[in-house]
């Protein structure tokens, strides 16, 4: 459903995403790690369409990226790092505009709406403007308005920042019955225990490399990791786990 071959992206002197080649199944949750900087959000915003490569491919749905860019982008649900909403509109004007940009026109567009509104617990402030919303409604509707058109692919930047532990329990949810529909997901996160709970499979990238991917059983035994943690492996493959702490010694060092 997703294959990046080679993907490349440079600023200047700097190589952000670096020859990434890794593919996705249909129906698989996807899970990209990596340190600050480690080039996922680069890669999130090349494969949503929004950033071109300075080489590699990429293909969603057998489709390439930038030969049908509009073909592709019609398949794909997107949320960024930072999504915008229109907050004078309501929480159903705002799905309808949505609706209206996909060309989501269809007979069946209100009461699929009213289906999704109700899906994320939104449909008893559907009439409410949204810039009355808490921050986690506001991260609900996006993401309803983003699987509005029924998309082949939701690729999403940290999907649980923001959220309390009833919300983030309900998008968990979401995300296992989106999966059971056959969605392919591809989500970027800090959240450590939201990939190992929630990803088929994890890709970690270090200073634009693929370091590593596969299941949490395949990176335990590449990591040669006795502890079955994500943390732990995660630390290891990044080598966070050799960095000293002798230099916060200063500390204590007045009592």
């Not at 109700?118 to 402030?125: T, V």
């Not at 990939?195 to 035994?221: H, P, W």
């Amino acid at each position: 459903m997703i294959r990046l071959e080679e993907l490349t992206k440079r600023f200047k002197q700097v190589t952000a995403v670096d020859n990434v080649s890794l593919m996705v199944a249909p129906g698989e949750i996807y899970g990209f790690l990596g340190p600050n900087g480690a080039g996922k959000t680069t890669t999130i915003k090349m494969l949503a369409g929004i950033m071109r490569p300075t080489s590699g491919s990429i293909y969603i749905d057998d489709l390439d990226l930038l030969k049908h860019p509009i073909e592709v982008k019609a398949r794909v649900g997107f949320i960024p790092d930072r999504p915008f909403l229109y907050e004078k509109l309501t929480g159903s004007e705002f799905m309808s505009f949505m609706a209206n940009l996909y060309g989501f026109n269809g007979a069946g567009r209100e009461k699929r709406i009213q289906q999704f509104l109700e899906l994320f617990e939104l449909a008893e402030w559907a009439k409410e403007l949204v810039g009355s919303y808490s921050h986690g409604m506001k991260q609900r509707l996006i993401m309803s308005a983003a699987l509005l058109h029924e998309p082949r692919v939701f690729i999403v930047d940290e999907p649980l920042v923001g959220f309390d532990p009833k919300g983030a329990r309900l998008i968990k949810r979401i995300f296992t019955r989106l999966k059971r529909s056959g969605l392919t997901v591809f989500m970027s996160t800090h959240t450590l225990e939201v990939a190992e709970e929630l990803c088929d499979r994890i890709g970690i990238i270090q200073k634009g490399e693929l370091l590593a991917e596969g299941t949490v059983a395949e990176l335990k035994e590449l990591a040669g990791q006795e502890d079955s943690r994500l943390e732990s492996i995660f630390l290891h493959l990044t080598g966070a786990e050799t960095e000293s702490t002798e230099d916060i010694g200063f500390i204590n060092q007045n009592n």
